[in-house]
């Protein structure tokens, strides 16, 4: 007989579209979750058919079979984090954001609308709603200056707008502890990127770290969100875990610009393993 440990360790539960590639999505998350130690445990929203050439199909699943994956996983797991990506419609979101009335712990929403190659990854015009729904309820938000600008309906060119636009967020949404502004959109062409930590009545958290020239990007929104719910679980404190998440973040980008994953010579996604696969 297996004895029974004397304390049950924490799962981050990520909810969120599929990727073939394993480069972002589902797949990335978990990856991310395992090499930072933590357990990852997923509930699929989506099912898309994608590659280095764009995305060319997507099937969201019924909304009640998501919350039925995620229900599943909050009966046995002590779930202490939540980490939510692609969501793919409002019926989703609208399910989502039900469920996460009675969740106590941290959800970080990495708010994806669209893919790396501009196609739309939530149906209808998202903002009201989606801010309705899921906004609301979450702690973290971890946008690209992108997503930055449609969620604040705003046009962002400068480092300050964003602040600006974050800490409109934070005031417009009580139960929302902190912003993540990932700087690899923002000023690109700038060798270092800036990424910025902002929460209510407190000092903007910046983390500096150089801009790698690497083909093997895909995925990168996916991963920083998903270390950062991870480093969160481990640390309990925000400007701990976004500052080891942008370490992670550096040096994983690093070592994925070092290896060749595609045939097609397109841009790839990260390799997670941090390590060079031997020949």
Known sequence: MIPSPSQTLPTVLTIAGSDPTGGAGIQADLKTMTAIGVYGAAAITCVTVQNSSGLSETLALDPGLVVRQVQAVLAEYLVTHIKIGMVGTMGIAAALGNLLDDFEGEVIYDPVLASSTGQSLLDGDPLAELSRHLISRVSVLTPNGDELARLCQQRITTADEAIHCARLLLARHAHLRAVIVKGGHLEPDNSVIHDYLLAPNREVV??????????????TGCTFASAFAAFHCLEGDYSRAFL??????????????RVNLIRSGGHGPLFHALQRPRR
């Open 206 to 219: 910046v983390s500096k770290r150089p801009r790698i020239d690497s083909n093997n990007l895909h995925g």
């Open 244 to 257: 080891r998440s942008t370490a992670y973040m550096e040096q994983i980008i690093g070592a994925s610009s």
